[in-house]
Every structure is written in C-alpha cells, then in structure tokens.
C-alpha cells in the first residue's frame, strides 16, 4: 500500500511536532531526517523543503522552547508584587534548574556545538540580558555584545557541568553567574544577595516539570 503524504501547512507542523519529540527523545546529533521521515509518515524530501536543514529546524525547536520556557515563568509569577530584578533572576534559576532533565541538557550540549553566537542570540532574543539592560541601566552597545556573548560562554559550561556531573549544585553555579553580570553593573553584593534569596523563595513555591517534546507542566508544591 503506497504511502499517503500530507501537504502543505498540516505536513510542516506534523513535520515540527515530531521533530520535538525526537530531539527530546534521542538528542540532535542522533536524530535524523529518516528518523522523522518514518515517525511522521511524510517524504523524507519535505524536511528540508519546509525547514532547509536539521540545525534550523533544531534553532525553531529551541525557539519554541523558550518562548514556552518564558510563558510559564510569567504565569507562575501573574500578579505577584516582585521587583524587576527578581522577575528576571526567576527566568534565568528555573532555567538553569530545568537543566536536571538529562534529556534537555544533551539536547543543548549538541545544539550549541552546531549553532553559533549570532544564530543563538538572536534566536533566544537572550531575554535575561535585554531586561538588565532596558530596565535597570544602560551600557555601550559594545560593552553589551561582549557581556552576552561572555554570558552565553558561561551558560555552554553550565550546560556541560549540568549533564556530565548529576550531583552538581546547579544553583550554586547559577548565583556565581547572577553576581558576575549584576556585579558589572553596580549592584552590590549584599543586594544580588538579597534578589537570590527573595529568587529561590517564589521558585521553590512551584515546579515546572519539563516532559516529552519540550512541553511544560506547572504544578504547585
């Protein structure tokens, strides 16, 4: 019996959806378009077609990803009196605490080793660093492409120690990066202190629990 294809928009977002789950299920480097190809049940022809390569349809997965990453965060903190600081501190913890998912941090680790600088950045729209910058002071625009791309060397590392040592303490590493960026731009220790702590008190409240294709689920402790 020959195979039906679909076409058109309904293939492009079977073609994305299973590609999800694959990324997620196996990593980037093991995926492939035979993979999804068979998975998804459309020509093998049509990935490239609708998505032009793997490391772009792996750069809308992660796009995805965030955006979603971004809208749970924003739920959990929907009608909280909280600081500007606070809300983005929250954004980049309960990132760097998703990292305990085995599955996203091998995603990540072979992500990152096939994206540049350039297609990450403005992918992600690095919402954490754009925050500091617009709400709470202003750097030379040279200064800020330097400090995200040293911001986006540091967060590779952590992804790295994250997958390869489990007992890490992922939190740990995360406030020594909050106190090297707010450092630079003025606060003082005893305050990027004071941000952590009221940080940790919102996001242990919650926990978001990342599951097959990238999705979220928000449950309350």
């Known amino acids: 019996m020959a195979t ?20 997620y299920k196996k990593g980037y480097d ?4 035979d ?17 032009k390569n793997k490391k772009n349809l792996a750069l809308l997965v992660f796009q995805k990803f965030i955006e979603d990453y971004y809208a749970v965060c924003d739920k959990t903190m929907e009608g909280l009196d909280m600081s500007g ?18 599955n996203l941090a091998k995603f990540l680790i072979q992500f990152h080793s096939d994206v540049d600088f350039n297609e990450r950045m403005v992918t992600s729209q690095k919402k954490f ?8 002071c202003k750097v030379p625009e040279y200064d800020y492409g330097v400090l995200s791309q040293m911001d986006y060397g540091i967060e590779k590392e952590l992804i790295r120690m994250a997958y390869y040592d489990e007992n890490v303490d992922i939190d740990r590493l995360s406030s020594i990066e909050f106190h090297l960026i707010l450092g630079y731009f ?13 940080t940790m008190k919102h996001l242990d409240k919650f926990q978001i629990i990342l599951k097959d ?3 979220f689920e928000l449950t309350e402790k």
């Open 30 to 33: 093991e995926t492939t378009y």
């Open 85 to 102: 600081e606070v809300r983005t501190a929250v954004y980049m913890f309960g990132y760097y605490r998703l990292l305990r998912n085995r």
């Open 4 to 23: 039906t294809y679909l076409v058109g928009e309904q293939t492009k977002r079977k073609i994305f959806k299973i590609s999800r789950q694959l990324f």
């Open 213 to 215: 294709r990238f999705n």
């Open 129 to 136: 660093f754009d925050a500091i910058n617009m709400n709470f």
């Open 35 to 51: 993979d999804i190809s068979k998975l998804a049940k459309v020509n093998r022809a049509l990935i490239p077609y609708y998505f």
């Open 186 to 198: 003025g606060y003082s220790k005893e305050k990027i202190d004071e941000i952590i702590t009221e």
